[in-house]
């Protein structure tokens, strides 16, 4: 019999969490910075830095204690940020630039289906690996949000999202 080891399987609910905290940061403009206790794999760090990808790996305890102290992202301000002025806040209510949830749950629902990530549905060989896995699949769904959005700008796309909707 074998042993059985849940944190050495990816987390399809951790790869939208990820994916989510990132556009996000997209949306507001802000660097912020992810601790997360998970169970059976520990603490969990991400610094998510608006218009970038998901970062491929995460940063081990005493390094996290140390960039969490020298970061310019603390009390979730960037410098960046404070370099600007009156930079407009946005929230996931502004009309101006919602985070579409219906999308993103569509980008993860077709990513994460077996079909196009069949090691999702699998143990990895190390929790590391499963982590790796994760953030991955995270920058994928956050790579395909981007590009969905970016493409809903261009004027034939309008037109013809227009055209479908009668």
Known sequence: MTNFEPNRFPSRMFVRFIARKQLIADATGLTTILKAQRRGKGLFYQQFVPDRAVPAAMVSDDLANQSLAASPALNGRSQAADNRESVPQLTQSDPAEPLDEA?????????????????????????????????????????????????????IVQQLNQWLAL
């Open 103 to 155: 999308l993103l749950a569509e980008i993860c629902q077709t990513t994460l289906a077996p079909q196009h990530w069949p090691a999702f549905y699998q143990a990895c060989a190390t929790a590391v690996a499963a982590t790796e896995l994760e953030l991955e699949a995270a920058a994928d769904i956050v790579t395909t949000y981007r590009r969905l959005k970016a493409n809903q700008s261009i004027a």
